[in-house]
């Protein structure tokens, strides 16, 4: 359900990607929308690149681990959930590139 997601951000600008995830009918778009911030905000911070200049490069997601849970059932018994967790991995690029 990830992955709808974000193959639509991949390649956009971060004002664009972020708009698109602002209006996108999924629960999961609103976490994505907070990964995509805090890595516009550590490259300005750390490497001190404008954020108008930023473009997500590359984004995926890949299955994780489970959530392992109990249910309760009849007669005192548990019955076994497993979700699905998945890890996101999105990288940023400047469109600007620093001549020597």
């Known amino acids: 359900k990830m992955r709808r997601i974000i193959n639509r951000i991949r390649n956009t600008s971060y004002e664009e990607s ?3 995830l602002e209006f996108m009918p999924y629960r999961a778009s609103y976490l994505v ?3 995509v911030v805090s890595a516009a905000a550590n490259a300005s911070t ?3 690149l404008n954020k108008s200049n930023l473009f997500i ?3 995926w997601a890949n299955n994780s681990t489970y959530l392992r849970k109990f249910r309760p059932r009849a007669q005192s018994r548990g019955y076994p959930m497993k979700k ?3 890890e996101v991995t999105i ?3 400047s469109k600007i590139v620093k001549k020597k």
């Open 91 to 93: 990288k940023i690029s």
């Open 18 to 20: 972020l708009v698109l």
């Open 33 to 35: 929308s907070q990964l």
């Open 57 to 59: 490069s590359e984004a």
């Open 84 to 86: 699905p967790i998945c």
């Open 46 to 48: 750390n490497l001190r």
